[in-house]
T-cell receptor, first 109, second 116 residues
Framework: GEDVEQSLFLSVREGDSSVINCTYT??????LYWYKQEPGAGLQLLTY?????DMKQDQRLTVLLNKKDKHLSLRIADTQTGDSAIYFC?????????FGAGTRLTVKP | NAGVTQTPKFQVLKTGQSMTLQCAQD?????MYWYRQDPGMGLRLIYYSASEGTTDKGEVPNGYNVSRLNKREFSLRLESAAPSQTSVYFC???????????????FGDGTRLSIL
């Protein structure tokens, strides 16, 4: 099965908060990442959190990490139509990075 | 600042043909990677190069070869293309910070490859 799991779809209204969830299996992961992919483009690094942190905030983005449950979430405040994209969760340590299948976020006006 | 540049952006091949996907990075990163992206499956690592002169297999290496030409360039070769290799291919690079720990990876815009 998948090492990193995410739900495939999320739909929100413009102005609402979006929360994208991710679970991972490797407790030795040193970094956990969120990437954004817009249509026809590569993956853009949004933010990442080191495994000894619980939370990281960067403007509209908040990352929460629960190491006990191996659960990572990305909250986007005041979601805009430009936030519509696929969001990938990834875990990494050493040379290995494992990606989830991606969550397609649709923002309705 | 170009970051990670991949060529070509699109390619259509016939079964059995060969081709090389090119990747170059201008961030002086030590580590480089090749992934393939298929619908509903996220990204899967094909090969990586932890440093110039070294390459290692990832999760799905069969049917591919790689060359780390120098620190900047990492190419992926399909010797005899098969329809199952139809995919979007991404190259990435990252800086190694010691004892196997890498900084986040930076991605190119991808090569969309169709094999008929």
């Amino acid at each position: 099965g998948e090492d990193v799991e995410q739900s495939l779809f999320l739909s929100v209204r413009e102005g609402d908060s979006s929360v994208i969830n991710c679970t991972y299996t490797d407790s030795s992961s040193t970094y956990l990442y969120w990437y954004k992919q817009e249509p026809g483009a590569g993956l853009q690094l949004l933010t990442y959190i080191f495994s000894n942190m619980d939370m990281k905030q960067d403007q509209r983005l908040t990352v929460l990490l629960n190491k006990k449950d191996k659960h990572l979430s990305l909250r986007i405040a005041d979601t805009q139509t430009g936030d519509s994209a696929i969001y990938f969760c990834a875990e990494g340590h050493n040379n290995d990075m494992r990606f989830g299948a991606g969550t397609r976020l649709t923002v309705k006006p | 600042n170009a970051g990670v540049t991949q060529t070509p952006k699109f390619q259509v091949l016939k079964t059995g043909q060969s081709m090389t996907l090119q990747c170059a990075q201008d961030m002086n990163h030590n580590s480089m990677y090749w992934y393939r992206q298929d619908p509903g499956m996220g990204l899967r690592l094909i090969y990586y190069s932890a440093s110039e002169g070294t390459t290692d297999k990832g999760e799905v290496p069969n049917g591919y070869n790689v060359s780390r030409l120098n620190k900047r360039e990492f190419s992926l070769r399909l010797e005899s293309a098969a329809p199952s290799q139809t995919s979007v291919y991404f190259c990435a690079s990252s800086e190694r910070v010691g004892r196997g720990i890498n900084q986040p990876q930076h991605f190119g815009d991808g090569t969309r490859l169709s094999i008929l």
